[in-house]
């Protein structure tokens, strides 16, 4: 209760916690964009179990990693090293590296399932006879849901190591890793079946999310070669791809008015 009361009388830990939320938050949608494709596959009776079973899963992988934070923190320690760099950046560091921790491979195996993943539902929705992929068979009605809930814990143990390691660089703190953690997984359990249903609606999003999806593939592996990509810029790229979106949902809607 005492340390309870002293985390909330300390400005630097509301400082901490409010900037992680946020960071939570954001690594959170993209998560949450990759359920919404993947839940809206199943029939519609069964689209809401896999949501909520999936970030159930994410909430608590984050919960159980963050109690094995020494055992997170390790993960960034090198493996293995092919023993080659790129050259020296503006700041100095290498502007790639080999030298690989259990971290970068997460990540790179990540990025590599999220480029093949959106790469196949984009061939899917511009090929008028898709192939079944990996995890469908001859029987889809009867191991459907199965196969979304394993995809979808392969990409949250990604998004969870990910998550965690955000959060121990920004803060030693656990009780606020753990608020930060739980406000984010609620803002997902709330916006899940809104946006889920925003992009079942609207096919054009789809693409746009699969879009979204490849870029995020791409900065996994690049940042599991040790190339630091700019937060910023990324979802600066996203921000102003949604608004082209959203304006030319605008304008097919007042086309359709004037019809």
């Known amino acids: 209760m005492e340390s309870i009361q002293a985390l909330l009388a300390n400005p630097t830990a509301w400082a901490a916690l409010v900037t ?3 960071m939570e938050v954001v690594l959170g949608i993209d998560n949450l964009i990759f359920i919404s494709i993947l839940s809206n596959k199943l029939p519609p009776e069964q689209r809401n179990k896999a949501r909520r079973l999936g970030i159930g899963l994410a909430l608590g992988m984050r919960l159980l990693l963050l109690t094995m934070i020494a055992w997170i923190v390790g993960l960034t320690a090198p493996v293995f090293d092919l023993g080659r760099t790129g050259p020296a950046g503006p700041n100095g ?45 001859r029987s889809p009605a009867a191991i459907s849901f199965s196969s979304v809930i394993v995809q979808i814990i392969l990409l949250d143990v990604v998004f969870s190591v990910d998550s965690i390691l955000t959060a121990v660089g920004m803060t030693d703190n656990v009780a606020v890793m753990v608020i930060a953690v739980l406000v984010a997984v609620t803002v997902m359990l709330v ?32 940042n599991g070669f040790g190339v630091e990509v700019p937060k910023g810029y990324i979802y600066a790229a996203m921000a102003f791809s949604t608004l082209v979106e959203a304006l030319n949902m605008l304008s097919r809607r007042a086309k359709q008015r004037r019809a």
């Open 20 to 22: 992680l939320v946020v």
């Open 93 to 137: 560091s290498p502007s790639f590296e080999t030298e690989f921790s259990w971290k970068d491979l997460i990540l790179i195996a990540g990025g590599l399932f999220l480029i093949w993943k959106a790469t196949k539902e984009i061939h899917h929705a511009v090929d008028p006879e898709p192939v079944g992929g990996v995890f469908e068979t």
């Open 191 to 222: 916006a899940a079946e809104p946006l889920a249903n925003f992009i079942n609606r609207n096919p054009t999003v789809v693409m746009l999310a699969l879009g979204f999806l490849l870029m995020i593939g791409a900065v996994l592996i690049a």
